[in-house]
């Protein structure tokens, strides 16, 4: 059983989309998209799939959502009105006391009947549990939202920018998650560029093309892998050999005009 | 004043030499060859034949890249030109294999022509200084496919018949084949002199070693007039021509990787 994302570019990457209950880690440095991807998911879940969705921020207050998110056409305050969708601010120590006993969080869930949520980001978690207990919170979070048969979405920082390092999280979440969206930036032609790729999904087979994205006035929008470069996970990708043979044949071959 | 590297200068020495080669052996060799001196295993040439094909496969995929990544129209028929000079050496491996030795030239020279041609197309396209345009996928693959389907009916037409006799078991080459041939060889040629002028101009190291295997394939060809018998030394030298020429196409390809790390023109 399939969950669209409504993003039609990644939902053919997922092969029809993630995996009803599965947990997905969308892992990306500042300025990736993290938060508008996972907008895009619950806005659409909203709209298009009749699915509603609950997002939890620690990093921004509900008036910033509100302002953002208008910028792409999507009228929170409605879906709220609606009960399709909900905001909730709050701080780490809440979310990992949801899992303890009944709260807010599991109330609002149970109000307006979520299908998907959003936890944005799972990153502070880390400034708020010991790390010797955060593994085990998060699983135990993670399977506390499977038994409610939650759609998730956990967006987490990656600090490297560009490079050729990639560390998803460090208390092996990656192992914890069932599916893993890489959002990366690239330098092409001195350019900056936005990568999108599923590294993994639990159970199922997935696109393994890195592709362009961008974030337009819509949302997300993804374009074409990028098939002519090499090695554009480090940040720092080439063009592959045939081409740049192709390039510097047309290079030689076009004789300047005098 | 620039110097030539030695590998430039030992490169261009096989077109001499093998012309040079050629010439002494036409010479020397008696009209009535000793079959001693006849070398032919059946596998062999296939084999060879295989590496030149991949080769030239590799450079029409390359200008297939460089058209759709610039839109250098240029690179269309160069690549067009080299493909059917790769599939001259299929079919006419796959058909001597299979004893039909009539066809397997006809099929050769037919391709070899059309491959000279389009060579000569793209050479005057960049002499021309023709204008990139913006690349159109379908473009290359009509000009692909269509020498591919060439090279279909010309299998068709010459197991029908259609052809005068190319290639005369026993006789050896018929007039239409000297023809075709012929022509094929002076076009090459003067390819090979236009983009040695294209060189002139820039130093590209993938033009110096193109314009080179151009010549070296025109020699090659070249010596199909000259040889009476299929496997004589003048045959395989002008195989082994051909041969060096595929390695000179390699080495051009290979330029590119160095002119990007030494920062020299492509």
């Not at chain 1, 701080?91 to 299908?115: C, G, H, M, T, Y």
């Not at chain 2, 295989?50 to 028929?77: C, E, K």
Request: charged share 15%.
């Amino acid at each position: 059983m399939r969950v669209p994302t409504g993003i039609s570019e990644l939902d053919a990457m997922l092969h029809g989309g993630l995996m009803r209950g599965d947990v997905t880690l969308l892992v990306g440095c500042a300025g990736t998209g993290k938060t508008t991807l996972a907008l895009q998911y619950l806005v659409n879940g909203a709209t298009k799939f009749h699915e509603n969705g609950l997002y939890i921020t620690f990093e921004e207050m509900p008036a910033q959502i509100y302002r953002d998110a208008a910028s792409f056409g999507w009228d929170i305050r409605k879906l709220e009105a609606e009960g399709k969708l909900r905001v909730v601010c709050t701080s780490p120590p809440v979310l990992v006391q949801f899992v303890e006993q009944r709260n807010p969080i599991d109330a609002i869930i149970s109000e307006i009947n979520a299908k998907r949520i959003v936890i944005d980001s799972i990153s502070h978690l880390e400034n708020f549990i010991p790390a010797s207990e955060l593994r085990g919170e998060l699983y135990r979070l993670i399977n506390h939202l499977k038994m409610k048969e939650l759609t998730s979405i956990f967006t987490a920082e990656s600090h490297e920018v560009l490079g050729n390092q990639l560390v998803v999280t460090g208390v092996g979440l990656s192992f914890l998650v069932d599916c893993i969206i890489l959002l990366r930036i690239v330098e092409i032609q001195s350019n900056l560029k936005k990568a999108l790729t599923v590294l993994k999904i639990r159970g199922s087979d997935h696109d393994k093309q890195l592709r362009e994205f961008e974030i337009t006035p819509q949302g997300i929008k993804i374009a074409a892998p990028f098939a002519q470069y090499e090695g554009v996970l480090t940040g720092a990708p080439r063009r592959s050999f045939t081409e740049e043979a192709g390039r510097a044949w047309a290079e030689a071959f076009v004789r300047k005009r005098r | 004043m620039t110097t030539i590297p030695l590998s430039k200068l030992l490169g261009a020495m096989a077109v001499p030499v093998f012309i040079a080669i050629l010439v002494a052996l036409n010479i020397l060799e008696p009209a009535k060859l000793d079959p001693a001196l006849i070398f032919d295993p059946p596998l062999l040439i296939p084999t060879v034949n295989l590496f030149v094909s991949l080769v030239s496969f590799l450079v029409a995929y390359i200008s297939a890249r460089g058209y759709l990544g610039t839109g250098s129209t240029t690179l269309v028929f160069l690549g067009g030109g080299v493909l059917a000079y790769a599939l001259a050496y299929v079919g006419s491996s796959t058909f001597l294999f299979q004893g039909s030795s009539n066809i397997a030239f006809t099929i050769s020279a037919i391709q070899f022509l059309v491959g000279s041609i389009l060579n000569a197309m793209g050479v005057v396209l960049a002499l021309r200084a023709s204008e990139e345009s913006r690349p159109v996928r379908g473009k290359i693959v009509l000009l692909y496919v269509g020498v591919l389907i060439l090279m279909v009916l010309v299998t068709v037409a010459s197991s029908q018949g259609a052809f005068p006799p190319f290639f005369i078991p026993g006789v050896g080459s018929t007039p239409p084949r000297m023809w075709v041939l012929g022509t094929a060889v002076c076009v090459f040629a003067l390819s090979s002199l236009g983009v040695m002028r294209l060189y002139a101009e820039s130093k590209s190291d993938i033009l110096y070693w193109y314009g080179l295997a151009m010549a070296l394939i025109a020699v090659g060809l070249a010596a199909f007039f000259l040889q009476r018998v299929v496997g004589g030394p003048i045959g395989w030298v002008g195989r082994l021509a051909q041969y060096v020429g595929s390695v000179y196409f390699l080495v051009a390809v290979l330029a590119t990787r160095g002119a990007r790390t030494k920062g020299t023109p492509p």
